[in-house]
């Protein structure tokens, strides 16, 4: 992998120690560039914020954190949007030795006041009246809690003792930022995963855990002071966490807060990122809305497209060492400018690259960034490993894998193939869990991810599969639901798939239908959209079955879909479909459907 020669402006791991350390270093290194990018909503502007700035007011939250009697050790969780303010209270918590529970602001009131009360969490930070009034209905699980802290004033709430908002709560002036002595070992942060069955599972991971990956991530791509991330990941997870965050402190590079999802398109034009951090959704959205544009557009401008992505891919494979040097390039420059520059410029113009994570990115949609000569690199993690275990590189990236090994990290195959990891960013344990960390670590530090993979000669991970996710059917056959899923899914008609098929003699699918798609699919097959019944009927359950064959052609033969079940409401963390990182929670999709999924199965 190259890198930049001149590493002046990157503090290292050694001269860090510490998470708020690294703070604190940054701080001593530029503390007049520009940090934070955040949307000021009262004056409908872009704030910018120096390093100095936020240590200035990580000093407030700490005399507050202070005056409140939390010591070393304690507990405090933070249920905010990617902000400044995120920033503050997790620095200002770390450098007291205090441990930070991050919670996702849309999961549900239970499961919020199950993480507080198993981490015994003191103080809670969150955003308003919306989020408060959420939680009333829990009240009383949040025992644990000798601090409420709302962002936003709340007006007429209902007063609890514990409750304040944080312009009453912090005082003027905090005096001198704090950094308590201790051991980089010491735990840093409890990040609860969202199982997709039971309970969430508290991860432990120390300060040295997170910081070694974020060095690590440095040798992957290496950011410059001039780089501008742009952060729309919730900080709640860790991906985010460590290669948004973390990192950009390490190399002092500017990280501009998306407003959310929904805006992204426009602040990605306002804020022109150079690079982007994100799970593979939203790419494939990205990617949809250029595949919709292009289906509605002349033929020709489809063509030009195609011939731009295959042209610019091939020079990929070129320059990557694993292709031969083609006439066709010829053409690039004129592809380029008519197409690859026009479509990148929907990005801002500036993105140098755009990492991904958290789940398989299609080879289609890869193959379509990369042949527009976008870098896309890849990567593979889970909490438990700070995240990040194995990435892509600029000048090693084979996007069919998730790459090798990152520095510091090994990986291996154990028993059915699954990918074991050890390293210095495996995790201290589950919080008060000793028997589910058994499960996962080994007596010699080995974990098992719980995936499974091969991996090639030169040491890129291929992920083949998930050990608990197989399908067995009746007659033996093993297939692996995500594959299939994704493949299904890249038909703009589905929503969200689930395929279904354990212990049973064929598959069958549940899926939400696009609403814009399903009403032109009745207009091309002249059907009420509205009608009772209708999407029970055989007639749609023919034509959905005919549109997944077409996805899912080059699976094996025994791999065939016989049945769907149709809905057109969404699978959503408020309906508890989803986990809050957005994982199908398959049991609670099977047991609401449980009379559809019985129909597709009757007689069999």
Known sequence: MSQQKDLSHVVTAQAAGTLDGLFRERVKLTPDTVAYRHFNEPHANWRDYTWAQIDHQVARWQAAFERDGLK????????????????????????????????????RPENVAYIIGDAGCKALLFEGPEQWHGLEGV?????????????????????DPRLQSTGEWLPDEGGDTRHLARDPAALATIVYTSGTTGRPKGVMLSHHNI????????????????????????????????????????????????RSVQQLADDLQSLRPTLLISVPRIYERVYAAIRARLDEGPALRKKLFQLAVEVGYARFEHAQGRGPWLPSFLLWPVLDALVARKILARLGGRVRAAISGGAALPPDVSRVFTGLGLIVLQGYGMTELSPVACANRPDDNLPASVGRAVPGVEVKLGDNNALMVKGRNVMQGYWNNAEATRQVIQA????????????????????????????????????????MEAAIARDPLFEQVMLLGEARPYLSVMAVLSAEHWKKLCGEHRLEAGAAGILQSKQV?????????????????????????????????????????LKLKRAKVIEKFHAEVDQMYSGH
């Open 541 to 581: 359950a023919d034509i959905v079955l005919q549109r997944v064959a077409v996805q899912i052609g080059h699976f094996p033969g025994y791999a065939q879909v016989r049945r769907v079940a149709l809905t057109l409401e969404p699978w959503s963390v408020e309906n508890g479909m989803l986990t809050p990182t």
């Open 211 to 258: 910081l070694s990956n974020v060095a690590a991530c440095l040798t992957v791509l290496t950011p410059r002071p001039d780089d501008v991330f742009l952060s729309f990941l919730p900080l709640s997870h860790t991906f985010e966490r460590t290669c948004g965050y973390y990192l950009a402190i390490m190399t002092g590079s500017t990280t501009a807060y998306a």
């Open 72 to 107: 070393p050790g304690d507990r405090v969780a933070v249920m905010l949007r990617n902000s400044p303010e995120w920033v503050m209270f997790d620095q200002a918590a770390l450098g007291l030795g205090l441990v930070v529970v991050p919670l996702y602001t849309q999961d």
């Open 444 to 483: 010699d530090g080995w974990l098992n991810t719980g995936d499974t993979a091969r991996i090639d000669p030169r040491g890129h991970v291929f992920i083949t599969g998930r050990l608990k996710e197989i399908i067995v059917l009746s007659n033996g056959e093993k297939v692996p639901p995500v594959d």
């Open 139 to 159: 009240r009383g699980q949040l025992a644990s809690l000798t601090r409420i802290l709302s962002v936003m004033p709340l007006g007429g709430t209902d007063h």
